[in-house]
């Protein structure tokens, strides 16, 4: 399994912009696909968007296509989330994960086995 820090959560108004950052170390050779996932308080976790790592394939949630990109650094070892035109329901702890090699499925979050600690993201009206 692969260690991951996900940063650059915070504060911002409604229509703002927040660049989500999650940093990967450990067995990265075994990962097949990265996302991003939110919850917030006494919802559950939900998929918002994700990334196969070696072909860029990516998949979002209709509640967030448009308005989210999920993109990644080979040089960095990190995945992105820019999230544009930020509403309320927005609000939620963010956390990105990681898949295994051989996945058949990259989209829910039984598929992804390391989870980040999360970042919170705010949006207020």
């Known amino acids: 399994q692969v260690q991951l820090v996900e940063s650059g959560g915070g504060l911002v108004q409604a229509g703002g912009s927040l660049r989500l950052s999650c940093e990967a170390s450990?067995?990265?050779?075994?990962?097949?696909?990265m996302g991003w996932f939110r919850q917030a308080p006494g919802k559950e976790r939900e998929s918002v968007a994700a990334?196969?790592?070696?072909?860029?394939?990516?998949y979002y949630a209709d509640s967030v296509k448009g308005r989210f990109t999920i993109s990644r650094d080979n040089a960095k070892d990190t995945v992105y989330l820019q999230m544009n035109s930020l509403k309320p329901e927005d609000t939620a702890v963010y956390y990105c994960?990681?898949?295994?090699?051989?996945?058949?499925?990259?989209?829910?979050?039984?598929?992804?086995?390391?989870w980040g600690q999360g970042t919170q993201v705010t949006v207020s009206s």
């Open positions: 990334i196969r790592w070696s072909s860029g394939i990516t």
């Open positions: 450990g067995r990265t050779f075994n990962r097949f696909a």
């Open positions: 994960a990681a898949s295994s090699d051989g996945s058949s499925s990259w989209w829910f979050p039984t598929d992804f086995h390391s």
